[in-house]
């Protein structure tokens, strides 16, 4: 991302609410954003470079920041229609040890889940990546 758009993106960020979920009932608004998720969307050419094409970059409030570093929750993220869903690792059937896992396609949006995207691009590999590193 270039210095123009962090600058743009930080400009807007006061009027900005968190995009993620935050259980059922609660309306987007309430949680202030105070950074944001970048995520590279891309993929890898045949010389093994990773290319990216664009990043989708989410607000996100104090709380899921938090989230997104500890080791207790997993965010499922649909790259489709940007719903969320948190797992709680410590209940989940499945042992989980990512911090995200980018859904293409949801229960929301899509008759089936077309795929699950944590390590077909390296870049995106489950890792939380912040525009201000020294927020979260
Ligand atoms: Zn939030
Ligand atoms: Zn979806």
């Known amino acids: 991302m270039n210095a123009i758009d962090k600058l743009g993106l930080l400009a807007d960020l006061d009027g900005s609410f968190c995009e993620l979920n935050h259980g059922p009932g609660v309306p987007q608004g309430d949680y202030p954003a105070c950074n ?9 050419d045949q010389s093994h470079t990773d290319i990216v094409v664009r990043e989708l970059v989410i607000p996100v409030c104090h709380e899921c920041a938090a989230a997104l570093l500890g080791e207790e929750w997993t965010l499922f993220y649909c790259l489709d229609c940007g719903r969320s869903q948190w797992i709680c690792r410590a209940l989940a059937r499945l042992r989980y040890r990512h911090h995200i896992l980018w859904l293409h396609g949801c229960p929301h949006c899509a008759e089936r889940l077309r795929g699950l995207s944590f390590n077909d691009f390296p870049a995106v590999d489950g890792k ?3 525009l201000i590193p020294e927020a979260a």
């Open 36 to 44: 944001y998720l970048v995520v590279p969307i891309g993929y890898r």
């Open 128 to 130: 939380a990546e912040f």
